[in-house]
């Protein structure tokens, strides 16, 4: 199929091209069921099928060990930031957060409507352009759960090691690097991810879970914001998202035949490689946002001189092609976003794009 766009959304973001044509090929009857899968039962024999082989392959792709639940919820990563805290954090506890960016903070804010909060580190004097080291992290007495985003995507900062936190569960905002790399998820009690950017399409968020902590939360927490609801049902206590699930299926095979996590960091390292060194070979026409150890696998952020020169550079890159470069609002400058399924050629094409940019304003 020709004319697919250089994607560089931020998410709902670019899929692998061999998942979707295999969906089409199955959309409208699935293998020979005679309906689409999105036409079936969540309770019959072939969705279940497809439930848990999602759920195997995230168990092997990711290497979550024994002892952890692995859930698909709805509601978005942004229901996590309601529930860990509903779920985790006991009277007289206080959740520690690390702040460093937008979305750590929206998650800060949502934790503050259900008890103790206490900020751990936070790179807000820096303007987030940093993630704070583990040294920094300074954590309250009493503390349920550490909390932080191992991505920002706004800002364009990522973790690179995530520190130890001893027997206070690490609790991890992985929305936009699940996957991205290999990772210890030992390290964690719980994980989360909204799918609709490196697993599949938006619609289910995953959560791994130690089982320890899934225990009967204080108070009145609805039956559908327990994670022991959902873990108990293996995720089919109400109707899951099915075709979200059979996406992100597809997805993880697609990571699968292509290294898994180790085969996915290599390439991710490469097309980043790419972008960071454009701008740091620029001259300073390209400026990177982040700190260049916090720099992001995911998320290249970069400002040019004026806000004018930032319009026109989306402006002309849309004129050829490349989708989804323009910053998110809150802090303005440019922004590409090469998760997983983005490929070399259209970030090779940015690339070479940005030179010819420079050669032509610089
Ligand atoms: N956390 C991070 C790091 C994100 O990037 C996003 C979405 N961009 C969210 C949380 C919120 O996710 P959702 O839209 O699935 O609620």
């Not at 024999?45 to 092997?60: C, D, F, G, P």
């Not at 942004?78 to 206080?94: C, D, H, K, Y």
């Not at 972008?275 to 998320?299: C, P, V």
Request: charged content about 20%.
């Amino acid at each position: 199929m020709a004319n697919r766009a250089y994607n560089f959304n931020a998410g709902p973001a670019a899929l692998p091209l061999d998942v979707l044509q295999n969906a089409q090929k199955q959309f409208v009857e699935y293998g020979d069921s005679g309906m689409s899968l999105m036409e079936m039962s969540h309770r019959g024999a072939i969705y279940e099928k497809v439930h848990y082989e999602t759920e195997s392959l995230l168990r092997e792709l990711l290497g979550v060990p024994e002892g952890y639940k692995v859930l698909f919820v709805q509601g978005g990563a942004s229901t996590q930031f309601a529930m860990v805290p509903m779920n985790l954090l006991r009277a007289g506890q206080t959740a520690a957060y690390v702040a460093t960016g937008s979305w750590a903070k929206k998650a800060i804010e949502e934790a503050k409507l259900f008890g103790e909060v206490a900020i751990a580190a936070s790179s807000e004097a820096d303007a987030y352009k940093r993630v704070p080291s583990a040294e920094e992290l300074k954590l309250p007495d009493h503390a349920a759960y550490v909390h932080l985003t191992s991505n920002e995507t706004i800002e364009g900062t990522q973790w690179s090691e995530f520190p130890d936190t001893g027997s206070v569960p690490l609790v991890g905002d992985m929305s936009s690097d699940i996957l991205c790399r290999p990772i210890d998820v030992s390290k964690f009690g719980l994980i989360y991810a909204g799918a609709q950017k490196n697993l599949g399409p938006s619609g289910v968020t995953i959560v791994l879970i130690r089982e320890d902590l899934i225990v009967k939360p204080e108070g009145a927490v609805p039956t559908m914001l327990r994670y022991s609801t959902h873990a108990k049902a293996d995720s089919l206590y109400n109707t899951p998202p099915t075709f979200a699930i059979y996406m992100a299926g597809e997805v993880l095979k697609w990571v699968k035949a292509n290294g898994g996590a180790t085969g996915m960091e290599a390439r991710n390292r490469e097309k980043a490689a790419l972008l960071y060194d454009r701008i740091d070979s620029s001259e300073g026409f390209y400026r990177g946002f982040a700190e260049a150890g916090s720099r992001s696998l995911m998320n290249v952020t970069f400002r040019l001189a004026s806000e004018e020169l930032e319009k026109q550079f989306v402006k002309e890159s849309e004129a050829q092609g490349f989708i989804g470069l323009k910053g998110h609002r809150s802090v303005g400058g440019l922004r590409a976003s090469i998760y997983n399924a983005v490929p070399l050629e259209s970030v090779q094409a940015l690339a070479s794009f940005m030179r010819d940019f420079q050669n032509r304003n610089g």
